[in-house]
């Protein structure tokens, strides 16, 4: 009888179409059934249990209770007519169901099963850190969902038993040709035998599913865009054993296909600890647990390859051993720290390795400059990496780095004896110094051998590379880590762990000791629960797992570990980070004078006239101020003092500021989320946005169609007897999501609104100072003089300081006799700050900078907006870019959670970018002037991997 049949007359289905599906044993069929649905049919291999499928039929039905593993399915068993789930087709090809189901020679067991939509997750080219919390997640429920399934006719032990892996090991390892892997195996199934004997009859028993690997676990993109967990398929690998094996095995898969296999695997962990508990035996037969899953995993299939091969065989171990490979050089002692940090435990503090009287490593005797590249900090070098797997990615060096231009010599700081010395792969030495501390050394030629013992202050060697690569010498506290640990390079998220495993050798090898960490104990996590107790949530913190910054140096930024991030939206730092002509300015003038501007000092004067000068005729009057947001009240209250009249004209989708006036004005706000609307003198002028408005990039008179909408608003009121006092707009909308106008635009609006006798304010608080690369001022790129200026952000470099700038006409009129007077604005230091800034911009041709800059991240970003279909459009001018994310390039859908995504992504590669716009789905792109080719080369780079990844 064929299947179908089979299927018809047993279940009382009607297939349509079958076609073949993968299985280690069984046969698999994914068929079609007439009323649209689809099923998998399994066909067991004669000899099969008929109860042992009955048992995992109960397990499934366990898993799919409501609740259970919610939001995760888990395919729903179809019954026979009989009403049981289990079909007997007898080798004389009868069908028989229920009671008489024998499971006779030669008979093949035939059940049928839901489908579950999805794509497994080796399907999936990257897995986000959301989606490995969720696969622990899975794990732990999976652990609770089967707590009651204990007496069920599970099998009692079979070949993929976690727990027997040493002899699934043995039964295959004679496949297995390459030496080196043989030798790697054997070394992870000893920290197997080690972890077991140890801690064997702590661990905790539970029936578990056992088979959470990347081919059982499927994913769906959600609402928000992100793959999520959504389905579990396979229970016929369920045993009663010891309960840690289910988050093992599903840690095992998770590190295939990654840069950093451990970071990944603590993600899983963390959705684990997240619902149920880890002990500490747990914890400690983890690793190796799921390291002797892959071992399994790749033995096995090198024989069954060996035997006759499998194409499923051939898809796994392609994976396998590579990671196989890296994990016997990451110690145990590593990964169980790792996991420890991960299911929320504080690892213990550095232990500080010798004390007094170390000599240096760089003797006595004044040598040649040696650079000293201090330990678990990220290399300067970071930005020239590509990184091309998905994954975290490794920035943080490994022990010091000593490098100078000369060779020179390296002196023993203490007494050791020689443990290791090979000159291949590279130069290496190993020594063990007295209380169990073993020193790494590469890249040093030495003529000591094995077994030597060396006095402190003797020769060790000699830099062997005289100029370029460095000596490099990490400390560790175990022969074997010491032996294992070969890179030079660890990622940023197990600096922790790594800090206990390799100490800081900088005081070991006489160097000085140096402060660790950064921060005093201010974890991300503390600072944020901090805020959160003492701010309130309208003051929001940018991305879900933040950094905890502590250091800003030009274009980066830097953690309490030291890890860099490349900075591309900070505005205000515009002459970079800790410019050091800013901070020298700040520090000398705070340490002479600051005091208020109703007293003289020369700062203020020289101040005024270096930033008029910048400014076209007749813009000389200046107010100095705090922040843009006050800039822009006075700009308002000036405008309506002078024309007697309150209403005014604001672009829509504008931001001007955060005082009570300017809220009213900003339709950003005011529009947005608990906007309350208008206030009633602020009247919207439609936005000139050529991507999405009215009138598109084709169109030439763009400008003035879009200024014809002012020339209207100012009828309306006009008519109504309320011509507007001003007309405000940013030179190019920032907040609204780097929008530029047409040409024409501000040139006709002008005309219009001066026409009717209103003023034009430009908001320069963001486009100003040279940013937009043609023009020093944003308004010089529309043609035209504005009547008020407001400048804010770069302005002071990150100082808060910010300008009005009008002509003497309407500064006198404004002057009715009121005192006007700011207790900051201008003081002496904010003087010093804006001059240093004004110096700097001139001094380093930075203007000039941001358009040669700015073209070629420009042109970056338009090649990558021909390879991936998210990128709606690219624009700007010089350090000033958009990059508009959309769902449909025709119906231009906003891609806004897809923008946060990617922001979230880019920081964890170390580059910062943040969504702005209305819908929130433009990546603003605004980095100080310093940024560099290079860092815009970085930057296209990790935006280009991030948009290839499988969220
Ligand atoms: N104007 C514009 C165009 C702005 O982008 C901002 C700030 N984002 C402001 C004014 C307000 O400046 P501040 O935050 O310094 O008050």
Redesign the pocket.
């Known amino acids: 009888m064929v299947i179908t049949e089979v299927l018809e007359q047993a279940f009382g289905l009607r297939p349509v179409a079958v076609s073949p599906l993968g299985g280690e044993v069984d046969q698999n069929l994914a068929v079609d059934l007439h009323d649209g649905t689809r099923v998998v049919v399994k066909i067991s291999p004669p000899g099969t249990d008929p109860d042992h499928l009955r048992g995992q039929h109960t397990l499934m039905s366990l898993a799919a209770q409501q609740g259970a593993l919610d939001p995760v399915h888990v395919p729903t068993m179809v019954p026979s007519q009989t009403g049981d789930t289990v079909v007997e087709l007898a080798s004389d090809g009868t069908v028989r169901g229920g009671e008489s189901v024998r499971g006779g020679a030669g008979a093949r067991l035939v059940t049928v099963q839901g489908w579950v939509e999805g794509r497994t997750l080796s399907e999936l080219n990257a897995h986000s850190v959301e989606l490995l919390g969720e696969l622990g997640g899975t794990a732990a429920r999976m652990v609770h969902a089967l707590a009651s399934a204990k007496g069920l006719p599970t099998a009692s032990s079979h070949h993929w038993d976690l727990l027997r892996a040493p002899e699934a090991v043995t039964d295959g390892i004679g496949a297995v040709d390459d030496r080196a892997r043989v030798e790697q195996v054997r070394r992870i199934v000893s920290w197997f035998d080690d972890a077991m004997d140890r801690h064997r009859t702590e661990l905790s028993m539970a029936v578990v599913h056992h088979d959470l690997n990347d081919f059982n676990v499927l994913a769906r993109r959600g609402m928000d865009g992100r793959h999520h967990v959504h389905g579990v398929l396979d229970f016929a690998d369920a045993l009663y054993t010891v309960r840690v094996s289910e988050l093992a095995i599903a840690v095992a898969y998770a590190m295939l296909r990654k840069p950093n296999p451990l970071s990944a695997a603590a993600a899983v962990v963390r959705g684990y600890a997240a619902e149920l508990e880890l002990t500490d035996a747990e914890l400690a037969v983890l690793y190796p647990l799921a390291a002797v899953r892959l071992c399994v995993n790749a033995v096995t299939w090198t024989k069954r390859c060996a035997e006759g091969g499998t194409a499923y065989g051939q898809e796994r171990m392609r994976h396998t051993w590579p990671a196989i490979a890296h994990l016997a050089r990451t110690p145990p002692e590593l990964a169980e720290l790792v996991f420890r940090e991960a299911a929320g435990a504080t690892v213990a503090p550095v232990v500080p390795v010798a004390g007094e009287g170390a000599l240096s490593v760089l003797g006595t005797s004044a040598g040649p400059a040696v650079d000293v590249r201090a330990h678990l900090h990220p290399v300067a070098e970071l930005g020239a990496r590509r990184s091309t797997v998905a994954g975290e990615t490794a920035t943080h060096r490994l022990g010091v780095e000593l490098a100078s231009a000369e060779p020179f010599k390296l002196f023993a700081p203490y007494d050791g004896v020689v443990e290791e010395r090979d000159a291949v792969p590279e130069p290496l030495l190993i020594l063990r110094h007295e209380g169990n501390i073993w020193s790494r050394w590469t890249g040093v030629t030495s003529t000591v051998s094995r077994g030597d013992r060396v006095a402190a202050g003797d020769v060790v060697g000699k830099a062997a590379v005289p100029s370029g690569v460095g000596v490099r010498v990490a400390v560790f506290r175990s022969a074997e880590t010491a032996r294992l640990v070969e890179r030079a390079l660890v990622p940023a998220s197990e600096v922790g762990a790594w800090a206990v495993v390799s100490p800081d050798p900088q005081e070991f090898l006489g160097l000085g000791v140096r402060r660790s960490r950064e921060g005093d104990g201010w974890t991300a996590g503390r600072v944020l629960a901090t805020r959160d107790v003492h701010f309130a949530r309208s003051q929001r913190s940018y991305y879900e797992r933040p950094m905890n910054l502590v250091v800003g140096r030009g274009t980066w930024l830097y953690d309490e570990f030291g890890r860099g991030y490349l900075d591309a939206m900070n505005n205000v730092s515009h002459v970079g980070h800790g410019n050091p002509r800013v901070v020298a300015a700040a520090t000398a003038q705070l340490q002479r004078l600051n005091t208020n501007s109703r007293f003289l000092y020369p700062g203020i004067a020289e101040y005024a006239e270096r930033l008029t000068a910048l400014l076209p005729d007749p813009l000389d009057v200046v107010f100095l101020v705090c ?6 009240d006075l700009a308002i209250r000036m405008a309506r003092q002078v024309t007697g009249r309150s209403d005014v004209l604001v672009v829509d989708g ?6 009570s006036v ?1 809220t009213g004005l900003s339709p950003n706000r005011y529009k947005g989320p608990g906007g309350t609307g208008p206030d009633p003198t602020t009247h919207e002028v439609e936005q000139p946005n050529r991507y999405r408005g009215r009138f598109g990039y084709g169109d030439p008179q763009a400008g003035p169609k879009y200024a014809a909408d002012v020339q209207r608003q100012l009828d309306r009121l006009t008519q109504r007897g309320r011509p507007p006092a001003a007309f405000i707009a ?1 030179s190019a ?3 609204a999501g780097s929008i530029f106008y047409p040409d024409g635009y501000l040139d006709h609006a002008y005309a219009a609104v001066r026409a009717a006798g209103g003023l034009c304010i430009a ?5 100003g100072f040279g940013r937009l690369g043609d023009v020093f001022w944003g308004f010089q790129s529309q043609d035209v003089v504005p009547d008020i200026i ?1 400048m ?2 770069p302005i002071g470099n990150g100082h ?1 300081m ?1 300008a009005v700038v009008t002509t003497r006409e309407i500064a006198d009129a404004f002057d009715t006799g009121m005192k006007y007077f700011n207790t900051f604005g201008g003081n002496p230091v904010s003087c010093a700050i804006g001059t240093a800034v004004l110096d700097e911009i001139a001094e380093q041709d930075l203007q000039a900078r941001a358009a040669e800059t700015g073209r070629e991240f420009r042109s970056r970003l338009e090649q990558l907006a021909a390879r991936h279909e998210l990128i709606g459009d690219v624009r700007g001018h010089g350090m000033y870019l958009g990059v508009e994310l959309v769902r449909d390039r025709t119906t231009k859908e906003p891609a806004g959670q897809e923008a946060l995504l990617v922001s979230e992504l880019m920081k964890d590669e170390g580059v910062l970018v943040y969504p702005t716009g209305s819908a929130g789905n433009v990546l603003k792109l605004k980095p100080p002037l310093t940024f560099t080719k290079r860092d815009a080369e970085l930057f296209t780079d990790v935006l280009d991997e991030v948009l290839t990844r499988d969220w």
């Open positions: 922040s843009g947001s006050e800039a822009n504008a931001y001007h500021g955060n005082t300017i940013e909308m920032g907040t908001d320069e608080v963001q486009v407001t804010g952000k808060p910010a």
